[in-house]
């Protein structure tokens, strides 16, 4: 088994106001922590993972398919791999919640070296 804090891991800054951290993972999957300030967008993206997330606090506004759909505190979501998404914290409060990713993301561009 295989434990992982979130006091222990040092986020990056993935774009301006997000902050992403990896923490656990197994061969199929991984968490995500993320920290998103008011104001922040993640630029339209798509990837080869499926990702399903739970928002623990804040509002995130995701953008998908021409569609926004508003995620709050106790929502979770789901995204099929390669399909296009943004998302944007249009609140005054920071967005925190978890995506979880699979297969796993290994290495991601905005992780720190």
Same mark, same amino acid.
């Given at each position: ?9 040092? %986020?990056?800054?993935?774009? &301006? ?10 061969? +199929?999957? $991984? ?16 990837? %080869? ?25 106790? &929502? ?12 944007? $914290? ?11 990713? +699979?297969? %796993?993301?290994? $290495? %991601? ?5």
């Amino acid at each position: 088994m295989e434990r992982v804090s979130l006091d222990d891991l040092e %986020p990056s800054e993935a774009a &301006d106001g997000v902050r992403l951290a990896l923490m656990a993972g197994t061969e +199929s999957m $991984n968490v995500q922590h993320f920290e998103i300030e008011p104001g922040a967008v993640v630029e339209e993206h798509s990837h %080869p993972h499926e990702q399903t997330g739970y928002i623990a606090e804040g509002e995130l506004v995701f953008l998908t398919d021409g569609e926004e759909i508003v995620c709050g505190p106790g &929502d979770s979501y789901a995204i099929p791999g390669d399909q296009a998404h943004a998302a944007e $914290n249009r609140g005054d409060e920071t967005v925190r919640g978890v995506d979880i990713f +699979s297969p %796993p993301r290994e $290495n %991601p561009s905005w992780q720190s070296e």
